[in-house]
């Protein structure tokens, strides 16, 4: 079965070396190889690396990418085990209920995107540890899952296939759900996840995707993408065309904060820290580090300061009533977007 048989000219992304190892590639959602650059970013959350990333802007899509970035065969590599707890703020496993019971606003929200629907049968691809699925299973669904690293722990048990999902057998036309939470901006080449997971859905079958939005103040002014894991960054309008080529049709798309962070406050702490001596380098490394929440929002060279923690609380009371505006015209940091298939999308 090919996965790439539509406009396949499109999809070819030509790969070229830098001296640094890393490589540069063209758009990974339309093929284009018209750019412009929009910044430099480190790997400031996890420091897996000391090399400079760029993102780019497509001029024909409109979608970010990254581009210098790692190999593809070198992408494990950003995904120490630790990643996969820095939700719960840990770097050590912990009891299943103590999961669920953490991430219980972000589960709800998630299957508030299903609320209108039946209970039926379930896919959801990066399944993590097995949240949505457990919480899914819980409300009458059939679940499967897809985790592409085979590292990740799966304390509830639950049915996940690990590795590739672009060579998984699964049925065609099989599906109600297929969702993607924060998925395919981590995936190389994601334009070949949405065609076969079209061809995974039964007709009138539902796609939900959780991306991050490169038409936000968090994504292009406070570089708030988790670079180099996140190396594409989605429009609106770049998420409508990728799904229109693949026989899916999108029915809404929302931004909010509810499933994952990304607030918008912080531009103002991080302006008064600059003005203060702080460099970029720094209160990048400050801002994005998981290991003391308090590091950057309360915190001046490290110390604790009255002054910092006064403008911080500023800074959020200022960005609050902008982030619901921002969000109601589709401009917040996370976007989710539903799709209905039309047509069977046929080998």
Known sequence: MSLNKNNAEEKVVRVRSDESGLIEVDCPLCGSNRSKKLFDVKDWTLHCDDRVFSLRRCSECGCGYLSPRPPENEMSLYYPPRFYWSYEG???EIDWPAIVQNRSRQLKSKAAW???LPPGRLLDIGAMKGEFLWFMQQKGWVVEG???DNNVPNPAKMPIHYGDFLKMD????????ITFWAVLEHVYHPV????YASRLLKPGGRLVVLVTNLNSVQARFYRADDYPRHLTVFTASSAKAMCKKNGLRIER???DQNIFGGALNGGLLYAFKHACGSDTEALFNEWKQ??????FWVKWKGRPSELIRTVSRIDKALSLPFEYVLDRFGLGFNMTFSAVKVMTVTS
């Open 90 to 92: 840990v770097s050590r």
């Open 114 to 116: 299903l609320k209108d």
């Open 146 to 148: 897809v985790e592409l």
């Open 170 to 177: 699964f049925s065609q036309n099989y599906y109600d759900v």
């Open 192 to 195: 070949p996840f949405i065609e």
């Open 253 to 255: 798309i929302s931004t």
């Open 290 to 295: 998981p290991e003391d929440k308090h590091l």
